[in-house]
């Protein structure tokens, strides 16, 4: 799992050098498929239950699930890229949020919560702790700063498989849910809108868009927990 996380950091790394006016979400997409392969890995995503792509590419009111298209990027989108690596009988599972060009100031407001919120939520998976003291560290960092976390979709375990239990909701009551035990293994990522948490699925069956129609951010690390602490896979 290490491996492939580290395979998830490095093309998550490399694709913020790509983010630019003019670029397509195709253009990013194939290349990623490339550097997967190789370095010995497989898209995650690429195929699974019929989804066409090897990363989710989702811009500015598009919350998860994006398809890579012909659209190109333009100065003021902002871009989700959530990506999938299958190394060696274990899964990575990694997102990002990037400005293209020069951004209005909730926008950057948004990704910076959404960030925050991911590490608040990854400094409360210890070994000991509930798995919702997760869920209620990331949902009251966004909500103390205005924005809202999805209820839709949530993260969740990963291993031999992407999906594993339990899921892991970006809110919640803390004190609640599985006790978190050493060599556990999650997939945490809060999902923020800057307005309603509403969403709704667009006709091509993937992609999930904000109901109101304003901007989302999306942050995922893959995380094990040790006794001595998280450790992130995919950084």
Known sequence: MARAGRIVADILESLKGMIRMGVTT????????SRIKAQG????FKGYRGYPASI???????????????RRLKDGDI????????????????????????IAKEDAE?????????YRGIGM????????????????????HGFS??????GHGIGRELHEEPQVPNYGSPGQGPRLREGMTLAIEPMVNA???EVRILDDGWTAVTADNRKSAHFEHTVVITGSGPRILTK
């Open 149 to 154: 976390v999805v209820r839709l979709f949530v």
């Open 26 to 33: 195709k253009e990013l997409d194939d290349y990623a498929d």
């Open 195 to 197: 307005g309603s948490p």
């Open 56 to 70: 989710c590419a989702s811009i500015n009111e598009q919350v998860v699930h994006g398809i890579p298209s012909q």
């Open 110 to 118: 948004l990704i910076r919560i959404t960030e925050e919120a991911l």
């Open 125 to 144: 998976a210890a070994e000991g702790n509930r798995l919702f003291d997760i869920s209620d560290a990331i949902q009251r960092h966004v909500e103390g």
């Open 79 to 102: 871009i989700s890229i959530d990506l999938g690596v299958y190394y060696e009988g274990f899964y990575g599972d990694g997102a990002l949020t990037l400005p293209v060009g020069p």
């Open 41 to 44: 890995g497989t898209p995650a």
